[in-house]
Every structure is written in C-alpha cells, then in structure tokens.
C-alpha cells in the first residue's frame, strides 16, 4: 500500500538530490502495510512529481530525532525546531530509495476532485496501476 504526502519544493528536490534522507511528520499514519510514499510536490508545482519507498520510521523525541538524522536532513535545525515546537514526539520516514517521474502528473487528471492532503491519503496498489499506466 501507498499514500500521498504534499511535500514542499525546496525538499521535494532535496529527495530527489540524495541529500534528505528523512521526510520529517508531526503523525504518521496507523497502516502496517504502507511501504511506499507517493510525492505530491505543493504549489506552485501542484503535480505528482515521484515516489519513495520507506525503510523505517523513526520516532523519538524531538531532540532525539534530530541527533540520530541531522546528517540527512535537508533542512535546518531551525526549521526542525519549529515544526517540532512543543510536540512530545517527532516522527521521520526514513528513505530508502526514490524515483523521480520523467513526467509529473496533474493528480485533478487522475483523482477526482483532488485536494492537497494535510496529512496523508491512503492509495491502494490498484489505484496507483490506473495512475501510472
């Protein structure tokens, strides 16, 4: 199973440099089965511009995090520390490769009335195969 995450540009290309490693979460989602992570890049790119597959997720907390994956992080500690401000635990998608799509895809074209997820939306393997082909 996969899901779609809305993902800034800025790290959208940072993934797709090999520099960040992590996709950094306030939540993850409950679902054992999801192994991969569709990447919707947020305006003004507004496609589907690739993919990740997860190696693990880490969870601890904030300070903790960020001393085990600072190294491949592709933000900064500043914005770490700010999106983390007063949570109890911080979660990161560890990457364990990625694709970039030749040709991203307009997700209105494939998902009806699509909007942008806040958090994550569920995408079974057989959606995905209408998508892609």
């Known amino acids: 199973m996969k899901i779609i995450l809305s993902i800034k540009p800025d790290f959208v290309k940072e993934i797709f440099s090999g520099r960040k490693k992590y996709e950094y979460r306030k939540s993850v989602f409950n679902n054992k089965e999801v192994n991969s992570v569709i990447i919707y890049c947020t305006m003004?790119?507004?496609?589907?511009?690739?993919?990740?597959?997860?190696?693990?997720?880490?969870?601890?907390?904030?300070?903790?995090?960020?001393?085990?994956?600072?190294?491949?992080?592709?933000?900064?500690?500043?914005?770490?520390?700010?999106?983390?401000?007063?949570?109890?635990?911080?979660?990161?998608?560890?990457?364990?490769s990625y694709k970039e799509y030749k040709k991203p895809i307009n997700p209105s074209n494939i998902i009806q009335s699509f909007i942008a997820p806040q958090s994550f939306k569920y995408v079974t393997e057989d959606e995905f195969k209408r998508w892609v082909v």
């Open 44 to 96: 003004p790119v507004g496609k589907i511009v690739g993919e990740f597959s997860i190696d693990c997720i880490e969870c601890e907390k904030p300070s903790v995090l960020w001393e085990k994956t600072k190294n491949f992080s592709g933000i900064s500690k500043e914005f770490f520390d700010d999106y983390f401000s007063g949570r109890e635990k911080a979660y990161a998608l560890k990457i364990a």
